[in-house]
């Protein structure tokens, strides 16, 4: 596949500016985006499963540039949404996808091996993982070390792509397991639930690394979260900023969230910050038959209206 | 318990400008008699009502949220209301979800000349959020 994956790169140099991909990080366990404008750069490149990252969160800042860019099929939502919001040029970007069986989590291969340094890790077919360190070796299985979307993914294929790197896969995984953990979590009394987020909220500690890897959030350096004018919330270390900070985050992506878990992939604290966008999701689904980053000719529901909503019933006091 | 019961509690409304606004003008020049634990904020248009405003309303101390604009189709702005009536019921089905009694929050359509139809839904949502009692009951209680 690697190899595949760089002759489709080599041949797409002349047609753009700059190429995205992945190279080795700061050790065996890290990969990291790399930008690659030269051919000879090629040699740098990584691809297996600890090729997490979702790329695709460079394009709107590079809009004015031709971008090669490598996406899996979660990924390629975040392209599907930036279509639907007119966020980049479809005609500048040039889409290689990469059919997935799924990515790593660092944060449970940590876990798994106690956090002592990671010597070696190799990658065998059918998703065992080796993993050496200075107290031996260890297998675990990518079924077991993923982050939560691949265990529910349904678009393992990239839904937009101008050349594919090997064969498409179709999900085997059921529809309904996707928001299953949304459904099950709304079996728990207002209380628990309002204790759970109180919890996992009072935690955070406003790094905003959440929201830096977010694709869908562009606001960028306007943020309202940092703006004095208007003050929505100040640098107090309390409970009630920190449940607005995420009412902020989880209110702006209403309608937008591709779920790519970026958002939970960067927090340090282990917070569960998609899944509120989730629960959004669901409810837009259910609402407007309505998912983002699947259809480039859909407009997301928050940006739009009927006039008459078959949906939404008038509430009664 | 009584004490808390009895106390009035804290409702802030957000009103358009052009049609409930003034139903609650119309009620107020008819001498309706209502609840006073509605604080009322005026908006230009229900479809102004950033749903962070009714979060940041109930996080800080609000008991209860409720919003009206004029009804749909008669909206000033055309459309503003339909924008409005979406993202009101996003947030309506969010609230349980956090942990917040969505009773806390209405949202209705009232127009200039329903004054007695304003005086109700304050009447009502009031008693309802009586009912439920104050939000923030437990922080309160332990200063
Ligand atoms: S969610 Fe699907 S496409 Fe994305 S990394 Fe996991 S398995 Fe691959
Ligand atoms: S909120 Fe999280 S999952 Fe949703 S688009 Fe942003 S980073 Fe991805
Ligand atoms: S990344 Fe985690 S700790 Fe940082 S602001 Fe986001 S939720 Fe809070």
Redesign the pocket.
Known sequence: MSQRLREVIAGVFSEVDVVLAYQQGFDKLHVTPCFMTMPEEINKLVWNPLCAHNLTSYLPSLKKKKVAVVVKGCDSRTIVQFMEEGLINRENVVIIGIPCNGVISVNKVLHETNHEPIEDITFGENGEISVKTLKGEKTLLLSDVCPDKCKTCQYPTPIVYDRLVGDPITSDKSPDSVYADIKEFENKTLEERLQYWEQE?D?????????N?CPMCICQDSCIAETRDPHWISQRSTLSE?FM??MI?ALHLAGRCVECGE?ER??????P?NKLKRKINLDMKELFGYEPGINPEDKPPLYTFKVDEATIKEHKI | MSDIAARELRIVGFLCNWCSYGGADTAGVSRFKQPTDLRIIRVPCSGRVDPLFIVKALLNGADGVLVSGCHPRDCHYTDGNFYARRRLEMLKRLLPFLGIDERRFHYTWISASEGARWQQTVTDFTKRVHELGPLHARKEATP
């Open positions: 909220f935690r955070c500690i406003r790094c905003y690394a959440c929201r890897a920190k900070f995420h985050h958002c960067a927090c340090p604290m282990g917070i910050v």
